[in-house]
């Protein structure tokens, strides 16, 4: 059994008298795969927005397992949500840089410790040789991951340029540039064809065997969803419904009354 | 012959300083979509801080150049405190707000940097003896000398240096990354964990040493300045960026240079008088036919 990385209590969030999230706990494990379901308008997005920062929690408590230390997530907002939690996370739609390259939306992800090795830039204009050491480094990491996704023949291309699945692609890794604990991805395969979304798959347990990062999925896609979760938590009506392996989520008579359906 | 190539350098000399305010005004317009109009003030309290530095130099025994390249640290230092400041008071608490507020906001502050200026250091105009004397002539033996000043070399020098130095910040550090991520998307960039607010104030601050140094050549070429430069040079800068299409730094520098070419052209040629209006009338039509401007980027809306 792997250490608990997320552990989400009583979450619950108002938007004056609608309850988005009504009182939800759950957990989500180290290099595990945990996903979200649900219909639209379950509360999917409500929680991760609740998670990095974006909407303050009308009550309950979230936190996070770092380095054996617990951080109260709702301590964290803006910027400090990615710099000092770890926690990354893509949207629905893209969001990419589209005017920079893909090597620099990459950098770009890499800023802190860029930022710290020039000295705040001065040591940057100057090409001091302990920042172009780090640069250098930071470019390797993005080689790296730009060769896992296939993408490397394109770095010096516009990121707004590449197709749709790349993109999609990209936006992951460029997440994984900032060294997440926790990875939190909207429908990551919303728009991808059966092609990408297995490669997509592919991907993300990469990710989760390699580097060890918790990986939190909202999806509607259920080859992926039930293709690479260890974990499954399906949400209605801002409610919990059920909580269990992709296997056991399957076969729940709750689940498939409210958002999987029976086969003819 | 002699007579254009003398409007040639004085041109490029002026619009070496707009391009410099110019650059304000676009770099703020890119990160944050607002029109900076306290910007021109920016450089006008730049200038009084470049005369009051050279003043109190003057009563000492320090040799020129080190005299002017302290000048030039004291007013970037001094000028960026002020634009850090009104960013901190007039635009932070407003980000959230609707557009105009900022712009409402700008126009206050702009009121507000006249006015204390006005109060701390008098309304009258102050004067500069001229620093840098002396120059090249060329053809004395036509009727028309061509005076090249070592002023004007150094105002063209400093503005290359500046603008080279600048153009490595944008495109090769971190910190330029940074804010060409914010300007395409601030919560993007807030959720890479870089801090949004520290990268628009380092915006200000880049923008207002610029003006400052443009302030510092200003009182040196001219040796006169009084609390309301601010307002027609910052007009004059602001035209130059959108000239060159607005948010794009290259186009601020070529803004800049066209608008201080045609000024100079049009006193030299036609009436002192409309040189203003020239300035303007170019814009106008420019307009008309780059809507952009000239290396402004058009917003592509894709379906």
Same mark, same amino acid.
């Given at each position: 059994?792997?250490?608990?990385?997320?552990? %989400?209590? /009583?979450?619950?969030?108002?938007?004056?008298?609608?309850?988005?999230?009504?009182?939800?706990?759950?957990?989500?494990?180290?290099?595990?795969? &945990?996903?979200?379901?649900?219909?639209?308008?379950?509360?999917?997005? &409500?929680?991760?927005?609740?998670? &990095?920062?974006?909407?303050?929690?009308?009550?309950?408590?979230?936190?996070?397992?770092?380095?054996?230390?617990?951080?109260?997530?709702?301590?964290?907002?803006?910027?400090?949500?990615?710099?000092?939690?770890? %926690?990354?996370?893509t949207?629905?739609n893209i969001r990419l840089f589209p005017?920079?390259?893909v090597?620099?939306n990459?950098? +770009?992800?890499?800023?802190?410790?860029?930022?710290?090795?020039?000295?705040?830039?001065?040591?940057?204009?100057?090409?001091?040789?302990?920042?172009?050491?780090?640069?250098?480094?930071?470019?390797?990491?993005?080689?790296?991951?730009?060769?896992?996704i /296939?993408l =490397? /023949?394109r770095?010096?291309d516009n990121a707004g340029d590449l197709p749709y699945g790349d993109q999609r692609k990209l936006e992951i890794v460029r997440?994984?540039?900032?060294?997440?604990?926790?990875?939190?991805?909207?429908?990551p395969?919303?728009g991808l064809?059966?092609?990408e979304?297995?490669?997509?798959?592919?991907?993300?347990?990469?990710?989760?065997?390699?580097?060890? &990062?918790?990986?939190?999925?909202?999806?509607?896609?259920?080859? +992926? +969803?039930?293709?690479?979760?260890?974990?499954?938590? %399906?949400? /209605?009506?801002?409610?919990?419904?059920?909580?269990?392996?992709?296997?056991?989520?399957?076969?729940?008579?709750? +689940?498939?009354?409210?958002?999987?359906? =029976?086969?003819? | 012959?002699?007579? $254009?190539?003398?409007?040639?350098?004085? !041109?490029?000399?002026?619009?070496?300083?707009?391009?410099?305010?110019?650059?304000?005004?676009?770099?703020?317009?890119?990160?944050?979509?607002?029109?900076?109009?306290?910007?021109?003030?920016?450089?006008?309290?730049?200038?009084?801080?470049?005369?009051?530095?050279?003043?109190?130099?003057?009563?000492?025994?320090?040799?020129?150049?080190?005299?002017?390249?302290?000048?030039?640290?004291?007013?970037?230092?001094?000028?960026?405190?002020? !634009?850090?400041?009104?960013?901190?008071?007039?635009?932070?608490?407003?980000?959230?707000?609707?557009?105009?507020?900022?712009?409402?906001?700008?126009?206050?502050?702009?009121?507000?940097?006249?006015?204390?200026?006005?109060?701390?250091?008098?309304?009258?105009?102050? #004067?500069?003896?001229?620093?840098?004397?002396?120059?090249?002539?060329?053809?004395?033996?036509?009727?028309?000398?061509?005076?090249?000043?070592?002023?004007?070399?150094?105002?063209?020098?400093?503005?290359? $240096?500046?603008?080279?130095?600048?153009?490595?910040?944008?495109?090769? #550090?971190?910190?330029?990354?940074?804010?060409?991520?914010?300007?395409?998307?601030?919560?993007? #960039?807030?959720?890479?964990?870089?801090?949004?607010?520290?990268?628009?104030?380092? #915006?200000?601050?880049?923008?207002?040493?610029?003006?400052?140094?443009?302030?510092?050549?200003?009182?040196?070429?001219?040796?006169?300045?009084?609390?309301?430069?601010?307002?027609?040079?910052?007009?004059?800068? $602001?035209?130059?960026?959108?000239?060159?299409?607005?948010?794009?730094?290259?186009?601020?520098?070529?803004? !800049?240079?066209?608008?201080?070419?045609?000024?100079?052209?049009?006193?030299?040629?036609?009436?002192?008088?409309?040189?203003?209006?020239?300035?303007?009338?170019?814009?106008?039509?420019?307009?008309? $036919?780059?809507?952009?401007?000239?290396?402004?980027?058009?917003?592509?809306?894709?379906?």
């Amino acid at each position: 059994m792997s250490e608990k990385l997320l552990s %989400v209590e /009583n979450l619950t969030m108002k938007f004056g008298g609608l309850i988005a999230i009504d009182d939800l706990s759950f957990s989500a494990m180290k290099d595990q795969i &945990t996903s979200i379901i649900g219909p639209n308008g379950a509360g999917k997005t &409500t929680v991760f927005n609740c998670l &990095t920062g974006f909407y303050k929690a009308s009550s309950g408590s979230m936190f996070l397992n770092k380095d054996n230390k617990t951080l109260d997530l709702k301590k964290f907002s803006d910027f400090k949500v990615a710099q000092k939690a770890g %926690v990354a996370r893509t949207f629905q739609n893209i969001r990419l840089f589209p005017q920079m390259s893909v090597l620099e939306n990459m950098m +770009v992800a890499q800023h802190n410790k860029l930022m710290a090795a020039s000295g705040f830039s001065l040591l940057g204009l100057i090409n001091a040789p302990s920042f172009l050491r780090k640069e250098k480094e930071a470019k390797e990491i993005s080689k790296y991951w730009l060769d896992i996704i /296939n993408l =490397t /023949n394109r770095a010096d291309d516009n990121a707004g340029d590449l197709p749709y699945g790349d993109q999609r692609k990209l936006e992951i890794v460029r997440a994984m540039c900032i060294e997440p604990y926790l990875l939190c991805l909207d429908e990551p395969a919303a728009g991808l064809n059966a092609k990408e979304s297995a490669e997509l798959n592919k991907l993300l347990k990469f990710i989760q065997k390699e580097k060890k &990062t918790g990986i939190l999925l909202i999806e509607h896609d259920m080859s +992926v +969803v039930m293709g690479i979760s260890d974990h499954v938590v %399906v949400l /209605n009506y801002g409610k919990k419904i059920f909580e269990g392996t992709a296997q056991e989520t399957k076969k729940s008579p709750e +689940v498939i009354e409210a958002y999987l359906g =029976t086969e003819e | 012959m002699e007579y $254009f190539l003398q409007q040639l350098i004085n !041109g490029l000399t002026l619009g070496s300083v707009y391009g410099l305010i110019a650059i304000g005004y676009t770099m703020v317009y890119g990160i944050i979509g607002m029109i900076n109009f306290a910007h021109g003030d920016i450089f006008m309290v730049g200038a009084f801080v470049a005369l009051i530095s050279f003043i109190l130099f003057a009563l000492t025994a320090i040799s020129l150049p080190i005299v002017l390249i302290l000048v030039l640290l004291i007013s970037m230092v001094f000028t960026a405190c002020y !634009g850090w400041t009104v960013e901190k008071l007039a635009y932070k608490p407003l980000r959230k707000s609707f557009r105009l507020a900022p712009l409402i906001s700008a126009l206050g502050m702009s009121i507000v940097l006249q006015n204390y200026v006005q109060a701390a250091q008098g309304a009258r105009i102050k #004067t500069l003896q001229p620093v840098i004397q002396g120059g090249f002539n060329f053809f004395k033996e036509s009727e028309f000398v061509v005076t090249l000043s070592y002023l004007q070399i150094f105002i063209v020098l400093v503005t290359i $240096f500046l603008m080279a130095i600048f153009t490595l910040l944008i495109t090769r #550090t971190a910190l330029g990354r940074a804010q060409r991520a914010c300007e395409q998307d601030r919560t993007m #960039t807030a959720l890479m964990g870089i801090n949004v607010d520290r990268t628009i104030s380092m #915006t200000f601050i880049i923008g207002s040493s610029l003006a400052s140094v443009a302030g510092m050549m200003f009182v040196m070429y001219y040796g006169v300045i009084d609390f309301y430069i601010g307002f027609l040079a910052g007009i004059k800068a $602001f035209t130059a960026a959108v000239l060159g299409g607005i948010g794009s730094i290259p186009g601020a520098m070529l803004g !800049g240079l066209l608008i201080g070419l045609i000024e100079t052209f049009w006193s030299g040629y036609i009436s002192i008088e409309y040189k203003d209006i020239a300035a303007f009338s170019t814009l106008v039509i420019v307009l008309i $036919f780059f809507p952009t401007g000239f290396l402004g980027k058009p917003d592509i809306e894709k379906v």
